[in-house]
């Protein structure tokens, strides 16, 4: 099939307007006559334009273009191909479509095919091994690349002139045999060449094939290349041949005299050059043997004694070009008249003098002079320009090099050798400078070149030249960092951090000004003296810093000092240590701070008697964690794994905060599971702290509040603080805790806005699972904790959620690491409680009954269909309620599709397996607890259970806050064997170590929930091994789901700690993933 396509057409025509043009050429029907070889291979034809042009294309046996040609006057000019080939090829690729030359190229493959595995299998019974012998020939200078060339000999016994090498290199591309007389004929299947004669033959078929497609890299024409028995070299050809001989021996023919078993050899050559005086100029004068002159323009290679030399590029670039200068001058020799000396003394004789040998007439080396060099500059200011005079001394003399004469008379009789390469370099400096010259001096006239000159290019003058100043130009100084001075002290009055900086010499409106140019990118700031401040200072960057990270605006900047929320103070003391900003002093306050929040175990504080010796190691660093963050009047979010007893280090720091300040309430908002579990914990460790449940009617609760003044812990639920607020809005809290925080993730919920209206001294959050699904989660915590010190939601989400979640910004996560770092506890079971018996987790994959899986499928493709739909009509944002319906709905056939499918009286494989393990576990003497989402699946357990007289206990949503505490303390007790727990309503605060297996009939998507819902078991208190069993439906959304699962588990979370998940929102992908049949 021939590669003809409009992007390789537009690649040949080098333009649109010529593909154009021969598109409409040809749709015009201009071209005629198209004729074609046997093989398919080779076409001409008549394209008509404003006459008749012959065309010609040449393809090769895979079908790509080789060449074209056209006889059109455009042809030759232009560097792509003309309109009338690109019709031509048009045509010829209309002719392939119709099967023109379908048969001749199928027959032509299969001769191809058969030949080269007859041709394979007789190479591997016969092979000759055939001599080959080349001779490289120099000729005295004629016409560009006619002087060199190649002859080729060939044979088995005897040796045969190939008279023709372009035939000879064609036979080795067609297979056909050469006659080279009675005795012998070269034949391409039989013939082999050794080894080393292979890069030879190579280097002339690759020659060839430039020469087929017209053009040769080598820079011939297409009718020089080949002259019978000669293959013409130019220059690159040349050393081309040259590099591929390396090290091999050859014969050559160089300047009418032949030599046999020539080698290269890559060394320099030793020339004699020797340097007298004529009158008052220089004569330079090379002794060169007869036989050593270049092969090469360029003077790479020398012909020497016989042999080829390859001298080195350094050779090359310093003595070539005097030697060609010598050799094309009159008699050979070179004169330097008087006034170019100097110059060739100070230029010429340092690159050369180590390279040759080198013989100084001793009248001519008498009279060099090199004495030590010195540069002096004196710069000099005058309004807004800087004017320099440059001097560079050789002891008595001293030179302008801006002007043309020296500022002292020259002893003509001396040559003086000028160190050219420090005065290169003091120019390459000015240079830099940007300076201009005038009257024999340099000058600047622009602020900007102006400062870049004296802060950057002025400390580079001085390691090598004498500078001096002006007065008026010392006025343009520059200030650096021994200007600078701040200091950071903690103002216990207005509880807040004061940072002040100062710049010697610049009042604070200045300054202002200052940070205002930084933030607009610019290099310096031009004060009032005149001096420069360099902007990109990396202590005053790092200031400007300070500024921008801590949010502070223009109106906490006030007299050269910054007003900064005290929650910043942890973050701010890490900034200043890893940023090195040794000026910026700390008071004593701040400093101890920082100390008691980073170590707040090295504080001792009176644990209450009562608890002393229930507490573990752990708690009681809790204990003291929230005790620091109290007293300095910050939050924190306790967010130790479930089962480590968060409720219990609240209860001793809330009892040890009111024996030590006294009597005031604390709030804690509770899930309403969980609100009458607050009360039972109080009663269980101390009868020191008042408790009040502020539940029931709306008039009831409005009594209870306002009593709440003489109790210690007031405890109500997330809905009825909603409904509530504005009467909790009249009290101020020692404390407002929020227990299970997970319910303010969502910042814009009444949860979170109901919560963040509490008034309170201090505010804490505990939760096993600070982030479920998105970094915003966790701002909403910190928002209400400490609000602002995440930035707004708006910020955070450009600063960090974006760049962490989106980008994988390391960085960034490890900024907000440190952030908060001081304001989160989070320790895990493993970590803390050794003596903890092992998790088991196990997933077992079950198959849907027949029946089930029609159902399944029939769905799965009815709700792909509507979700595509949907998407496309409303875009995928605004489709999720669908999508999640859909997920839903094959969840719940997934699990049973009697869940909602009425009358079905079909089986489901699920629940079947289900059964099995539930009688064996239950033989081993296992209690189980169950958890589903859906509570008409846990009523079709129940009737499972019911029929196989397995005695249960069951909690959803329905059952009232007091009757739960009585079902897990029975369940705790021993009564029941498996306790059926809507997820929902028990994943979280109950305390079940009853149970010793856990079981998640429908696994979701968020694994922290799941784990939520299996600590209710594996938590401090549990003496046997628990074991975790998720149920996953095979083939179905369920086992794509608990893959996706998986997924997400992989992207570690460094915000909390090592081990933690940051799961993002399902992507349209992984839900195109999860509709997949």
């Known amino acids: 099939m021939l590669k003809i396509n409009d992007r390789i057409l537009m690649d040949i025509a080098k333009s649109y307007e010529s593909y154009i043009r021969g598109r409409q050429y040809y749709e015009s029907g201009r071209v005629s006559n198209v004729k074609f070889n046997k093989e398919c291979t080779r076409f001409k034809g008549i394209v008509r334009g404003n006459e008749n042009y012959e065309v010609s294309a040449v393809f090769d046996s895979m079908g790509n273009l080789l060449s074209s040609s056209c006889t059109c006057p455009a042809y030759a000019k232009y560097s792509g191909d003309c309109k009338h080939i690109i019709a031509f090829l048009l045509k010829i690729k209309e002719f392939e479509s119709m099967g023109a030359f379908g048969e001749r190229i199928d027959k032509n493959s299969a001769k191809n095919i058969i030949e080269y595995y007859r041709d394979k299998d007789e190479e591997e019974k016969v092979s000759v091994n055939i001599e080959c012998e080349y001779e490289f020939n120099m000729k005295p200078y004629q016409k560009v690349g006619e002087s060199s060339y190649l002859n080729l000999k060939i044979g088995e016994d005897r040796l045969y002139v190939v008279k023709n090498i372009k035939g000879f290199l064609r036979s080795l591309e067609t297979g056909e045999d050469i006659n080279f007389g009675k005795n012998f004929k070269f034949s391409p299947q039989i013939h082999k060449f050794k080894d080393e004669d292979m890069g030879i033959i190579n280097f002339l078929r690759l020659l060839y094939e430039n020469y087929e497609i017209n053009y040769s890299e080598y820079g011939f024409k297409k009718e020089n290349i080949f002259r019978n028995q000669k293959v013409l070299l130019t220059p690159i050809a040349l050393k081309s041949f040259f590099s591929l001989m390396n090290g091999q021996k050859f014969n050559a023919d160089i300047m009418g005299r032949k030599y046999e078993n020539i080698t290269i050899m890559e060394d320099d050559l030793l020339f004699n050059i020797k340097i007298k005086g004529k009158n008052s100029d220089l004569i330079i004068d090379i002794n060169s043997e007869e036989d050593t002159f270049p092969l090469t323009s360029d003077g790479e290679y020398f012909f020497h004694r016989n042999q080829i030399y390859r001298i080195s590029q350094e050779q090359k670039e310093s003595i070539i ?355 009458y579990n607050w009360e039972e914990e109080v009663r269980k460790f101390t009868s020191d702290l008042k408790v009040l449940i502020i539940v029931g009617n709306k008039p009831g609760r409005k009594e209870l509040i306002k009593s709440l003044g003489d109790y210690d812990m007031v405890i109500t639920s997330y809905p009825l603080i909603r409904r509530d607020i504005d009467l909790y809005q009249k009290f101020e809290f020692r404390c407002c805790i929020l227990d299970e925080a997970q319910h303010i993730k969502n910042y814009r919920s009444l949860n979170a806005n109901s919560v963040k209206k509490i008034k309170a001294n201090n505010y804490f959050a505990l939760t096993g699972t600070p982030m479920e699904n998105s970094l915003i989660e966790l701002w909403s915590i910190f928002d209400f904790l400490m609000p602002g010190y995440l930035l707004s939601n708006r910020k955070f989400l450009e600063k960090y959620e974006k760049p962490i979640v989106k980008g994988q910004d390391e960085r960034t996560l490890d900024d907000l690491n440190n952030r908060i770092k001081p304001f989160i506890l989070r320790r895990l079971k493993k970590d803390v409680l050794k003596e903890l018996p092992d998790k088991i987790e196990q997933r077992i994959v079950v198959d849907m009954t027949k029946e089930q899986k029609k159902i399944y499928l029939a769905y799965l493709k009815s709700i792909r269909g509507e979700i595509e739909k949907e998407i496309k009509d409303k875009g995928f944002n605004k489709s999720q309620i669908k999508i999640l319906a859909g997920l839903t709905r094959l969840r719940q056939i997934c699990c049973h599709p009697a869940i909602f499918i009425e009358n079905y009286t079909g089986e489901s494989g699920k629940l079947n397996s289900l059964e099995e393990i539930l009688k064996d576990a239950i033989d081993g003497g296992r209690r189980i607890l169950l958890f589903s989402q859906f509570t008409t699946m846990l009523g079709i357990i129940k009737t499972m259970l019911e029929k196989n007289n397995i005695s249960y206990m069951y909690l959803d949503g329905s059952v009232i806050p007091q009757e739960r505490g009585n079902l897990v303390r029975e369940f705790n007790e021993g009564v029941g064997k498996v306790f059926l727990i809507s997820l929902k309503a028990g994943g979280t605060g109950l305390n079940l170590i009853g149970a010793d297996m856990v079981i998640h009939f429908d696994p979701w998507w968020n694994p922290a929930v799941e784990e939520q819902a299996t600590d209710r078991a594996y938590r401090i208190g549990q003496k046997n091994t628990v074991q975790v069993i998720k149920l996953v439906t095979k083939g179905t959304i369920k086992e794509k789901i608990f893959k996706l699962q998986e997924r997400k588990k992989e992207i570690i979370d460094k915000v909390i700690v090592e081990g933690e998940t940051l799961i993002s929102k399902m992507s349209q992908d992984e839900i195109s993933y999860l509709f997949e049949s």
């Not at 003296?529 to 400007?544: A, H, I, Q, T, Y």
Request: glycine letters at 6%; aromatic letters at 12%.
């Open 321 to 675: 070009p005097l030697y060609n200068e010598i050799m094309h001058s009159k008699n050979g020799i070179l004169r330097i008249p008087e006034q170019y000396k100097e110059d060739f003394i100070s230029e010429v004789l340092p690159n050369i003098k180590n390279k040759v040998n080198l013989d100084i007439d001793k009248k001519v080396e008498d009279a060099i002079y090199s004495p030590e060099f010195k540069c002096d500059i004196y710069f000099d200011r005058q309004d807004e320009v800087i004017l320099g005079k440059v001097s560079f001394i050789y002891e008595d003399i001293i030179i302008n090099p801006f002007s043309s004469r020296m500022d002292v008379s020259v002893n003509k009789e001396r040559i003086l050798l000028r160190d050219r390469e420090k005065e290169k370099h003091i120019f390459k400096l000015l240079e830099e400078g940007d300076f201009k010259v005038i009257d024999g001096g340099i000058y600047i006239d622009k602020e900007e070149k102006i400062f870049d000159f004296i802060y950057e290019v002025i400390p580079k003058l001085q390691e090598c030249c004498n500078i001096y100043y002006s007065e008026s130009f010392k006025g343009l100084s520059i200030k650096n960092s021994s200007y600078f001075s701040g200091g950071i002290k903690l103002n216990k009055k207005l509880n807040m951090l004061e940072f002040n900086f100062e710049i010697d010499g610049i009042d604070s409106k200045e300054l202002e000004q200052v940070f205002k140019s930084i933030k607009e990118k610019k290099k310096y700031f031009r004060l009032k003296d005149g001096s420069f401040l360099p902007l990109d200072n990396k202590e005053l960057m790092d200031v400007r810093n300070i500024a921008e990270y801590f949010g502070t605006d223009k109106r906490k900047f006030k007299n050269g000092t910054m007003t900064i929320h005290r929650f910043n103070s942890i973050c701010l003391n890490n900034f200043l240590k890893e940023k090195g900003l040794n000026f910026v002093k700390e008071d004593d306050n701040f400093k101890k701070l920082v100390q008691d929040i980073n170590e707040p175990n090295d504080i001792e504080y009176e644990i209450p008697a009562e608890l002393k010796g229930i507490l573990r190691d752990y708690q009681k660093f809790g204990f003291k964690w929230l005790k620091t963050l109290s007293k300095y009047g910050f939050g924190g979010i306790l967010a130790d794994d479930m089962g480590l007893g968060k409720t219990l280090q609240i209860i001793t720091f809330l009892l040890s905060e009111k024996r030590e300040k006294g009597p005031m309430p604390s709030l804690i908002i509770a899930p309403t599971s969980l609100v």
